[in-house]
């Protein structure tokens, strides 16, 4: 059975980089058939995508995000990470990261139990 | 603001029946399959529906979807206490290249 788990500090000073790791275990990263991303949720509010990356290092990300963002994969130790550069007090958030199906991603599935990062100095 | 509408609360007893409705544009639902995800309080999202009407892994037929359109729609029917929690839809919108949630819908059940 497939899991995600977060990692990475809890806590980042406003105009630093956020740091995030993503373990899977239950199989393979480099599965051919699926990507893998973030999705944050600010306390109280909605999902919002971050981005996703193949297991090849193809990635892509939103709009809103592109600029910040950065998604890699370390297929050796079957893990992908994200960082996010110059985050504000807007950046506090639930992370996930999950297993997505499909460039165009069709759906999430399985997701990590997430990690609350706090943006604050 | 979230591109997918949904109602943000809806409340029923135990044993009716709830349809939860996400309506967004011929950009993402109306060319997108669309997935819903159960968020019980203090956890992570749960796929419940994917491509639009398909029930994963584990969901009790009690669950259903549907998608006309440019809006889509989760069923649950026999409600239990268990249910309640938020339910995000989401979706692919190929002209923003972006994936899109709604802003949750809480279910109550009374």
């Known amino acids: 059975q497939l899991q995600l788990q977060e990692s990475g500090p809890g806590l980042v000073k406003p105009s630093e980089t956020l740091s995030l790791s993503c373990s899977v275990s239950?199989?393979?990263?480099?599965?051919?058939?699926?990507?893998w991303g973030w999705v944050r949720q600010p306390p109280g509010k909605g999902l919002e995508w971050i981005g996703s990356?193949?297991?090849?290092?193809?990635?892509y990300f939103s709009p809103s995000l592109k600029t910040r963002a950065t998604i890699s994969v370390d297929t050796s130790k079957n893990l992908f990470s994200l960082r996010l550069s110059s985050v504000t007090a807007s950046d506090t958030a639930v992370y996930y990261c999950?297993?997505?199906?499909?460039?165009?991603?069709?759906?999430?599935?399985?997701w990590g139990q997430g990690t609350l990062v706090t943006v604050s100095s | 603001q979230f591109l997918l509408t949904q109602p943000p609360s809806i409340s029923a007893a135990p044993g009716q029946t709830v349809t939860i409705s996400c309506s967004g544009n011929?950009?993402?639902?109306?060319?997108?399959?669309v997935s819903w995800y159960q968020q019980l309080p203090g956890k992570a999202p749960k796929l419940v529906i994917f491509?639009?009407?398909k029930r994963a892994s584990g969901i009790p037929d009690r669950f259903s979807g549907s998608k006309s359109g440019t809006s889509a729609a989760l069923g649950i029917t026999g409600l239990q206490t268990g249910d309640e929690a938020v339910y995000h839809c989401?979706?692919?919108?190929?002209?923003?290249?972006?994936?899109?949630f709604g802003g949750g819908t809480k279910l109550t059940v009374l």
């Open positions: 990356i193949f297991y090849t290092g193809s990635s």
């Open positions: 491509d639009n009407n």
């Open positions: 239950g199989g393979s990263i480099s599965s051919s058939s699926y990507y």
């Open positions: 999950a297993m997505a199906w499909g460039s165009t991603v069709r759906w999430f599935d399985p």
């Open positions: 989401g979706t692919w919108d190929t002209s923003l290249r972006t994936e899109l």
């Open positions: 011929n950009s993402n639902i109306g060319y997108s399959f």
